[in-house]
C-alpha cells in the first residue's frame, strides 16, 4: 500500500514518512520539562503492566483534514479494546499525576505522509477508495515506548527514553 501511494503520488509535494519512524501516538505531550520524565516513566511502567501482549491489524487509509485540503495521509488500525484499554489507562495516568497532554481524541494511526501540497486531489481519493478496509500488515504489540521527539530541518528523530512492556 505505502509503495502504491508513494509510486502514484510520487509528482506531488508529500513529505514522505521514514518507515523507521512509524509508530501510534497514544498521548502527545509536547515540551516537557525533564524533571517529569521519571513521574511518567514510573507511571507507564504502572499502567501498562498486566494488559497483556497482542496483534494490532493496520487497515485502510486516510486523510486529516479532507480530501478538498488534506494534511496528513495515513493508515489506520481495526478496533482493539487492548489499544483503547492502553489509552485510556495512560491518560488517567497523566492526569493523576498532573503532566498536561493534548488530548484530540484517540485516532490511532500510522502517519505514512505530511502533504504540503497536492494538484491531483482524484488521485489522492482513487488510492484511498482502491485501500478502504483493506488489511496491511498484522503487528504484535509487546510494549509502549516513551520517546522524545527531536525536530530537525530533515525530519523529526525519535529518542526512546524507555520500554514497558505490557506482560
Not at 488517567?92 to 500510522?110: A, M, R, S, W
Not at 502517519?111 to 501540497?117: D, S
Request: proline content about 5%.
Amino acid at each position: 500500500m505505502i509503495s502504491d501511494f508513494r509510486s502514484e503520488l510520487k509528482d506531488e509535494r508529500i513529505k514522505w514518512t521514514d518507515t523507521g519512524n512509524f509508530h501510534i501516538t497514544i498521548a502527545f505531550l509536547g515540551d516537557t520539562d525533564e524533571g517529569k520524565v521519571p513521574e511518567i516513566a514510573a507511571m507507564l511502567g504502572e499502567v501498562c503492566k498486566g494488559i497483556g501482549n497482542f496483534d494490532l491489524v493496520l487497515n485502510g487509509a486516510g486523510v486529516f483534514r479532507n480530501l478538498s485540503d488534506p494534511r496528513i495521509l495515513w493508515t489506520g488500525t481495526e478496533p482493539s479494546e487492548k489499544l483503547t484499554e492502553i489509552y485510556h489507562s495512560v491518560k488517567n495516568g497523566l492526569h493523576n499525576t498532573g503532566i498536561p497532554f493534548e488530548d484530540h481524541g484517540f485516532n490511532p494511526h500510522l502517519t505514512l505522509g505530511r502533504i504540503k501540497n497536492i494538484s491531483d486531489t482524484g488521485r489522492l481519493r482513487s488510492l484511498i477508495e482502491k485501500h478502504n478496509g483493506i488489511s496491511v500488515q498484522k503487528q504484535a504489540i509487546r510494549s509502549v515506548i516513551l520517546y522524545e521527539s527531536i525536530l530537525s530541518q530533515s525530519g523529526p528523530t525519535y529518542k526512546p527514553l524507555g520500554e514497558y512492556p505490557l506482560l
